[in-house]
């Protein structure tokens, strides 16, 4: 049975920095894309960042230069360090395991959420 269980979400004022963090099990973590995507109110979940197997990465430009992803295989966790934070970065943020390893793309699994917001 595939568990992706997210941690590290919370409230934080603007400019403030959050660590997300995603323990995979039933999975062979190191084969699998890591990805973390995002849903506010009234919005379309969207990607945030995915890093596959090989250490390639791929980033909504809305980030860049903020968030870093980052995998411990050992661990078989996923972690999103957010800097820098917005207003605008406040949503409900999804871990994402694709077996077929694509940075474009979510694959089947998802994790159930944790809340992130950005406010003073």
């Known amino acids: 049975q595939v568990q992706l269980v997210e941690s590290g979400g919370g409230l934080v004022q603007p400019g403030g920095s959050l660590r997300l963090s995603c323990a995979a099990s039933?999975?062979?973590?190191?084969?699998?894309?890591m990805g973390w995507y995002r849903q506010a109110p009234g919005k379309q979940r969207e990607l945030v960042a995915v890093?596959?197997?090989?250490?390639?990465?791929n980033y909504a430009d809305g980030v860049k230069g903020r968030f870093t992803i980052s995998r411990d295989n050992a661990k078989k966790t996923a972690y999103l360090q957010m800097n820098s934070l917005k207003p605008e970065d406040t949503a409900v943020y999804y871990c994402?395991?694709?077996?077929?390893?694509?940075?474009?793309?979510?694959?089947?699994?998802w994790g159930q959420g944790t809340q992130v917001t950005i406010s003073s």
């Open positions: 039933g999975i062979i973590f190191r084969v699998y894309a």
């Open positions: 890093i596959n197997r090989g250490g390639s990465t």
């Open positions: 994402n395991a694709d077996s077929l390893g694509r940075l474009f793309i979510a694959g089947d699994y």
